[in-house]
Nanobody
Framework: QVQLVESGGGLVQSGGSLRLSCAVS????????MGWYRQGSEKPRELVAS???????NYVDSAKGRFTISRDNDRKTVYLQMNNLKPEDAAVYYC??????????WGQGTQVTVSS
């Protein structure tokens, strides 16, 4: 059974930082690309960052220079360090992976609120 469990969300002031974590079980973690998505109020879900099995990272333009995705294969955990947070970053953040058969797995989400 594949499980993704996010943590680390919360309320932060504009300009502040948060570190999200996603603990993964049920897959051979090191073989999977991992992603962080977010969905703001009345907005579509968007890919914020992804990290490949080799550690290569990609970011949405709005996150470049502020967010850093990383992974710890021993701990089977993926992280999203978010710095200089802005009110427009407020959203529910979801951890995701996709199997070779293109089955998506999602965590339950963690809320990030940014006060201006």
């Amino acid at each position: 059974q594949v499980q993704l469990v996010e943590s680390g969300g919360g309320l932060v002031q504009s300009g502040g930082s948060l570190r999200l974590s996603c603990a993964v079980s049920g897959i051979i973690f090191r073989f999977y690309t991992m992603g962080w998505y977010r969905q703001g109020s009345e907005k579509p879900r968007e890919l914020v960052a992804s990290i490949s099995t080799s550690g290569s990272a990609n970011y949405v333009d709005s996150a470049k220079g502020r967010f850093t995705i990383s992974r710890d294969n021993d701990r089977k955990t993926v992280y999203l360090q978010m710095n200089n947070l802005k009110p427009e970053d407020a959203a529910v953040y979801y951890c995701n992976t996709q199997t070779p058969a293109r089955t998506d797995y999602w965590g339950q989400g963690t809320q990030v609120t940014v006060s201006s």
